[in-house]
């Protein structure tokens, strides 16, 4: 199993509609995606500014190949990358082996 954590911050206060939207449009593509286990956009109760993207795959080359699919080069890439600041962790959850 390939986890990986996305924390997102749009750039302006403009920009927090957009991704809000271009995140929501995304989730019904990545979970038809093979090897998709769990994939889950958050946005903070207490900054509103910030996301959280929770992604379950069943392995780092599921993960990766997402890159390369719609819901990657159609939206993510258009419409969010462009307003926003992102860091993406591989990870794993604690008491489990690598």
Request: glycine content about 4%; proline content about 9%; hydrophobic content about 40%.
């Amino acid at each position: 199993m390939f986890h990986l954590i996305v924390t997102i911050a749009p750039k302006t206060s403009d920009d927090v509609v957009p991704v809000f939207d271009a995140l929501s449009r995304r989730r019904a593509l990545c979970l038809s995606e093979p090897g998709c286990v769990h994939w889950e956009a958050y946005q903070s109760l207490d900054s509103p500014q910030e996301f959280v993207l929770v992604e379950h795959w069943e392995s780092r080359t599921h993960g990766e190949a997402h890159g390369h699919l719609p819901a990657i080069q159609d939206i993510h890439l258009p419409e969010v990358l462009p307003r926003v600041t992102r860091i993406a962790r591989p990870s794993k959850p604690l008491g489990h082996a690598a």
